[in-house]
């Protein structure tokens, strides 16, 4: 059972052209989103969040939108450039009646290309 | 201010031996976090830790294992190894527990390839 997802397994671009990955989730009891951006043979590295209570959070060049009522959620990076080429992970995390989980549920990823 | 750190950075072990795998958070966090990557397959949850106790667990065997120190680094234990746990083990930390805003932050991860 998929809860998050991103149907794209990989974007290319030109550099200074946007960039949008997209993600999917079906549980509406996540609360809080985040994407993370991973080269090969390293951990992921956080880039951005949004809770469910704001629909766009704006971070230099990455902006995060969420729409609650669709449930998608995508990432914008404006303008594109050669080194954020890499594979870009959506994570959900959401609240039992007990809780915080502590679990990220992440999408299988996107990998974005970068074309100079 | 130094990540989270991850020893060893490769371990090779062959099936039915027991791995052991480390992780220091970064300073301040209390919380420790570990998933899993296997080839082809996304991060998925395994254990998290806060305190010292184990605060939730995903699907995974009970020969998944772990502990928390008291300088809150920690511990993961694989026993009993099987070909399909050759994957890319991942630690994170995080500063807030209990609250919605969970960011986590992982280190460079443990390749665990079992013959």
């Known amino acids: 059972d998929q809860q998050v997802k991103q149907n794209s397994p990989s974007l290319s671009v030109q550099e200074g052209r946007i960039s949008i990955l997209n993600c999917d989730y079906t549980n509406s009891m996540f609360d809080y989103f985040l994407w993370y951006k991973k080269y090969p043979a390293e951990g992921p590295t956080f880039l951005i969040s949004i809770s469910s209570i704001k629909d766009k959070n704006e971070d230099g060049r990455f902006t995060v939108f969420l729409n609650k009522s669709a449930k998608h959620l995508s990432l914008h990076i404006v303008p594109s450039q050669p080194g954020d080429s890499a594979v870009y992970f959506c994570?959900?995390?959401?609240?039992?009646?007990?809780?915080?989980?502590?679990?990220?549920?992440f999408g299988q990823g996107t990998t974005l290309q970068v074309k100079p | 201010e130094a990540g989270v750190t991850q020893s060893p950075t490769h371990l090779i072990k062959t099936r039915g031996q027991q791995a052991t795998l480390r992780c220091s958070p970064i300073?301040?966090?209390?919380?420790v976090y570990w998933y899993q990557q296997a080839l082809g397959l996304g991060l998925q949850f395994l254990l998290w830790y806060d305190e010292g106790e184990e605060r939730n667990r995903g699907n995974f065997p009970p020969r998944f294992s772990g502990r928390q120190f008291p300088n809150y680094s920690s511990e993961l234990n694989v026993n009993a190894l099987e070909l399909e746990d050759s994957a890319l083990y991942l630690c994170?930390?995080?500063?807030?527990?209990?609250?919605?805003?969970?960011?986590?932050?992982f280190g460079p991860g443990t390749r665990l390839t079992v013959l």
């Open positions: 994170a930390s995080s500063l807030s527990v209990g609250g919605w805003d969970n960011e986590q932050f």
């Open positions: 300073s301040g966090h209390t919380s």
């Open positions: 994570a959900a995390s959401g609240s039992t009646g007990s809780g915080n989980t502590g679990k990220l549920i």
